[in-house]
């Protein structure tokens, strides 16, 4: 299939790149793919950047039949553009297409499309240290339909956002609130995937620990509310004497690439990384002995982000001094070096535009 383009009259003014937060500009072009019963995924296309129109009856708005992707184009000391283990998103696109029952996309072709809209928009990938263009493949449910089923048929686009940082605070300790009021997910549920009523559920949890002064919410398992699952937009990981732990993938969280890679550099330092169910009473014992030395977080928007102060029910526990932690710190380096190209990744990890 040809990806057909058509270039946007009046190119919009690049921002300053000094000034970038997350996700609040957009680039010029957007890819756009549609499906039907008869046709398929079917009528690719690049084109400027615009509103959709779409009736009120669609029926991602009333049912949130949709899902949707995060990762992000870096630009590395030669000027190239670099994608950071794109195959990993769009398997996991359809990992989450089959679970909302949308039908699968071409992973290749989709990466395809994506590298030339990258091409396309090639002014728009920073360069200043930290930022990146961020890229939002989303999949969303079009039969303007009220009766509930799955949709007969879909819109696949693309659109990117030059960043910065995730959080306020940038590579800075963030405050994290544990919820036992709230559950994002269950086992068997959607959890897993990244699927937008995923984050309509975690807003009023967010809500509230914003307002007791915390950025995210760690949020614990959904049947028990004893073993930790993940933050709002991140996984965790706990360093625990000098083991690396990190809760499993059990179904109802997001198996997060970033988590992947951290697990894979871990091992690869030889150091003991472990996949396993642990309780928030753990990581409070482990804090209460000393053994608990570091927490943070792991993300494609929040890439590691140190977590310096936990707090759940009437317990707060500052995290070591606080600060960012040593392996927080190996970790970030480790993995912006190999995404933006100043080291080399284990092979695979990096993909040129
Ligand atoms: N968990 C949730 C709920 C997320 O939204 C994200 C971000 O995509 C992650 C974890 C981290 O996943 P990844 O490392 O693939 O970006
Ligand atoms: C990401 O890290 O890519 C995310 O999707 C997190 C958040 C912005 C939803």
Redesign the pocket.
Known sequence: MQVRITKAEQPKAKPDENKLGFGTIFTDHMFNMDYSVENGWHHPRIEPYAPLVMDPSTMVLHYGQGVFE?LKAYRNAKGEVQLFRPRE?FK?LNASNHKLCIPKIDEAFALDALKQLLTVETDWVPSVPGTSLYIRPTIIATDPFLGVRASFTYRFFIILSPVGAYYAEGFNPVKIMVTKEHVRAVRGGVGDT?TMG??AASLLAGDKAHQAGYTQVLWLDGVEQKFIE??????IFFVIDDELTTPMLSGS??P????DSVIALGKSWGMKVTERKISIDEVIDAHASGRLKEIFG????AVISPVGELKYADTLITVGDGKVGPLAHKFFQAIQDIQYGAIEGPAGWVEAV
């Open positions: 995060g998103n996991r990244k995923n984050y993940e933050v709002g937009a991140m996984n969280i997001l997060g690439i970033t988590r792991s993300g494609t928007a």
